[in-house]
Nanobody, 115 residues
Framework: QVQVVESGGGSVQSGGSLRLSCAASGSGIITYRMGWYRQAPGKQRELVARIFSTGITNYVDSVKGRYTISRDIAKNTVYLQMNSLKPEDTAVYYC?????????WGQGTQVTVSS
């Protein structure tokens, strides 16, 4: 079992950057597929980026080239570096840890991008 806690959200202007952190406890993230999801008001939660236990990453098309997911195994933390932010990136961002038999979510962190 793992617990995940997000931090690093905030308000920025269009074109700005933020780095989100997802600190995990209870189990090593190396054994999980770690992902960042987001949910904007009135919309469904969507996958933004994920990193597999192998280190392979993938991204939703709308953030490719702007977002980077990474992990620090020693710190048991996953990051989401978000650059060139746009108003449409505004959402609550959630960290997820998944492996067979376990699916864990954080409480979310708000990201607001103003034009």
């Amino acid at each position: 079992q793992v617990q995940v806690v997000e931090s690093g959200g905030g308000s920025v202007q269009s074109g700005g950057s933020l780095r989100l952190s997802c600190a995990a406890s209870g189990s090593g993230i190396i054994t999980y597929r770690m992902g960042w999801y987001r949910q904007a008001p009135g919309k469904q939660r969507e996958l933004v980026a994920r990193i597999f236990s192998t280190g392979i990453t993938n991204y939703v098309d709308s953030v490719k080239g702007r977002y980077t997911i990474s992990r620090d195994i020693a710190k048991n933390t996953v990051y989401l570096q978000m650059n060139s932010l746009k108003p449409e990136d505004t959402a609550v961002y959630y960290c997820n840890a998944y492996k067979f038999g376990g699916d864990y979510w954080g409480q979310g962190t708000q990201v607001t991008v103003s034009s």
